[in-house]
């Protein structure tokens, strides 16, 4: 399937620059470009959920601003695990065909989790989901690590 898709050859590297873009796409949409644009400050950006709260915005969108700039935060924070488990899996030997499917598949997991906690959210039926979401980008990270001290013991 990986030739299918044409990635025989490893592009997990690329992925972190793609994550770095699926983090900032909720600021997009909350303060940049969206319906946040005439609250946000750039000057003081990090006092925009204060600033919202304040603003005559109806509460349900209130809401999805706030959860956009929570799953901004949690994408970030989530970053570094992310980038450090890439390294470890290309370090440790990993073939390219897993850590492009890895990497793929946290990237997808990543771009779920953002949906289910902006929009899907009104229903409190996803919240649940939004954590089991969130477990498995943090698995497949997990697995990278795995599998690279896996490889390492190996040689």
Same mark, same amino acid.
């Given at each position: 399937?990986?030739?299918?898709?044409?990635?025989?050859?490893?592009?997990?590297?690329?992925?972190?620059? !793609? =994550?770095i #873009?699926? $983090?900032?796409?909720?600021?997009?949409? *909350?303060?940049?470009?969206?319906?946040?644009?005439?609250?946000?400050?750039?000057?003081?950006?990090?006092?925009?959920?204060?600033?919202?709260?304040?603003?005559?915005?109806?509460?349900?969108?209130?809401?999805?601003?706030?959860?956009?700039?929570a799953?901004?935060?949690?994408?970030?924070?989530?970053?570094?695990?992310? !980038? =450090?488990a #890439?390294? $470890?899996?290309?370090?440790?030997?990993? *073939?390219?065909?897993?850590?492009?499917?890895?990497?793929?598949?946290?990237?997808?997991?990543?771009?779920?989790?953002?949906?289910?906690?902006?929009?899907?959210?009104?229903?409190?039926?996803?919240?649940?989901?939004?954590?089991?979401?969130w477990?498995?980008?943090?698995?497949?990270?997990?697995?990278?690590?795995?599998? !690279?001290?896996?490889?390492?013991?190996?040689?």
């Amino acid at each position: 399937m990986a030739s299918y898709l044409g990635l025989e050859k490893n592009i997990s590297y690329y992925t972190i620059p !793609a =994550a770095i #873009v699926l $983090a900032l796409l909720p600021r997009m949409y *909350s303060g940049l470009t969206g319906p946040g644009k005439k609250v946000f400050d750039g000057n003081n950006p990090r006092l925009f959920t204060q600033a919202l709260e304040k603003s005559d915005l109806d509460k349900r969108l209130k809401g999805r601003l706030q959860r956009a700039e929570a799953a901004t935060a949690n994408a970030f924070e989530t970053l570094g695990f992310y !980038a =450090a488990a #890439v390294t $470890a899996g290309n370090a440790g030997g990993v *073939s390219a065909d897993i850590l492009n499917n890895l990497t793929l598949g946290y990237l997808a997991s990543r771009l779920f989790y953002t949906w289910i906690y902006i929009w899907g959210q009104e229903n409190r039926r996803w919240i649940l989901a939004r954590t089991n979401v969130w477990g498995v980008s943090m698995g497949l990270c997990s697995a990278m690590f795995v599998l !690279a001290g896996m490889n390492g013991n190996q040689r």
